[in-house]
């Protein structure tokens, strides 16, 4: 008995495919409709980055004009030479006024208070009839020297008693007088009072 075996049957030669071309047709499809809606979406937000950096330039450009305006209108100032020159000259007043305070008030051998309260004293014991235009002080303030005038030779002495009710010059004896005719005022006397017998500087 003889058995056939028919090997040309379709069941042996099927192989199984993984993905068909539906599937792969699909998949294409799918993939290209990502692709763009990604690249939609990347030129969507590509238009609104540009359309913001247009309005920043835009904003850019009318602030500029606006500080070329502000600067047009409002030139830098310059100093004015002539205010410059007074501050210089009043800072020197004031440097100078400073100096001479430290020296009024500054404590030195045989003067413990500075020459302040000396011309203190003078400025209390001011007489209408008398004037004076140069004043020196040395020596601690134990020597002193008064030039001025009067209207009177009389006032001189009336001067000086009132000047002897200020705490610097109680005791204080003047060792040279000498009194003048004012050349400038007929009227008047010129006096020089000093406490020891130096000369007239």
């Known amino acids: 008995m003889r058995q056939q075996i028919n090997l040309y049957q379709p069941a042996l030669f099927e192989k ?3 993905f068909s071309s539906r ?11 990502c692709a763009l809606l990604v690249g939609g979406g990347g030129m969507w937000h590509l238009s ?3 359309s913001k ?4 330039q835009t904003d850019q450009d009318a602030a500029l004009q606006r500080v070329a305006e502000y600067q047009r209108r409002y030139p830098p100032r310059r100093p004015d030479p002539d205010l410059a020159q007074k501050v210089d000259q009043m800072m020197a007043d004031r440097q100078a006024r400073l100096a001479l305070l430290d020296f009024l008030t500054e404590e030195r051998p045989g003067n413990g208070v500075g020459f302040s309260s000396h011309l203190e004293g003078l400025a209390r014991e001011d007489l209408s009839t008398v ?6 002080l040395s020596g601690g303030g134990h020597d002193l020297l008064l030039e001025g005038s009067a209207t009177r030779a009389s006032d001189v002495p009336v001067y000086l008693q009132r000047l002897q009710r200020q705490q610097d010059y109680v005791g204080r004896e003047f060792d040279h007088l000498q009194l003048s005719r004012s050349e400038n005022n007929p009227q008047a006397v010129d006096f020089l009072l000093q406490t020891t017998k130096e000369k007239k500087p």
């Open 23 to 33: 599937l792969i047709a699909v998949l294409l499809i799918a993939g290209l409709a």
């Open 131 to 136: 004037w004076l235009r140069h004043i020196r």
């Open 53 to 56: 950096l247009a309005r920043l």
């Open 16 to 18: 199984n495919v993984l």
């Open 48 to 50: 609104k980055l540009k």
